[in-house]
Every structure is written in structure tokens, then in C-alpha cells.
Nanobody
């Protein structure tokens, strides 16, 4: 079983920065793609950023140039560095990871979510 623990959310003024972290714990698995999603009140969930097992990254147009996704494979941790934050970045941010178990079973897991609030 894989458990994800997120941290790093909070309240920040427009133009500020935050760094989110999401760590996968458990045993008998290997992490592949890692993603960050966000969902603002009354809006659909949005894919913010993805980093593949090989380190290839991609971003939503709305965050390109401001957000950076990275990973530490030794710690099974994914990060989201968010700079130049805007009020429209306010949302609950969730991490999502794809894993393969020792038994070659695919799995997809979600973090509990962390609130990011950007004040104007």
C-alpha cells in the first residue's frame, strides 16, 4: 500500500512563493509519473504539472514560467515550486503518483490535498 503525504500549502500575498511537497511511503513499489492537480471552488480539477519517471516535465499554460515541478527519487518525493503567485492560483492542490508494485500491478494514488490561498 502506498500513502502520500502533502505539505507546504498556506496563505501568501500575490507575487509570493510557496513550495509544495508530496512524499510517497510504503514498500514494494516503484514510482513513475508524478503529477500535481488543483481544484478551485466551483471549478473542475485542473492538471497543473507532470514529471515522468525519466524527468520530463510539462505544465499547464496558466503556470508556465512560474511553477517548477521536480522530484527526488531517493525520497519518492515530488515538489512544486510556485513563484509569482496570483489570486487565481488559489485552490486545493493534490499530488498524484503512478506506481508499479513488485507484483507488476499498476497503481494510482492521490494525496489528501493542501490548500493554497493567494491574497490580492
Amino acid at each position: 500500500q502506498v500513502q502520500l503525504v502533502e505539505s507546504g500549502g498556506g496563505l501568501v500575498q500575490s507575487g509570493g512563493s510557496l513550495r509544495l511537497s508530496c512524499s510517497a511511503s510504503g514498500s514494494g513499489f516503484r514510482v513513475y509519473a508524478m503529477r500535481w492537480y488543483r481544484q478551485a471552488p466551483g471549478k473542475q480539477r485542473e492538471l497543473v504539472a507532470i514529471i515522468t519517471g525519466g524527468g520530463i516535465t510539462n505544465y499547464a499554460d496558466s503556470v508556465k514560467g512560474r511553477f517548477t515541478i521536480s522530484r527526488d527519487n531517493a525520497k519518492n518525493t515530488v515538489y512544486l515550486q510556485m513563484n509569482s503567485l496570483k489570486p487565481e492560483d488559489t485552490a486545493v492542490y493534490h499530488c498524484n503518483v503512478e506506481v508499479i508494485t513488485i507484483g507488476l500491478q499498476q497503481g494510482n494514488y492521490w494525496g489528501q490535498g493542501t490548500q493554497v490561498t493567494v491574497s490580492s
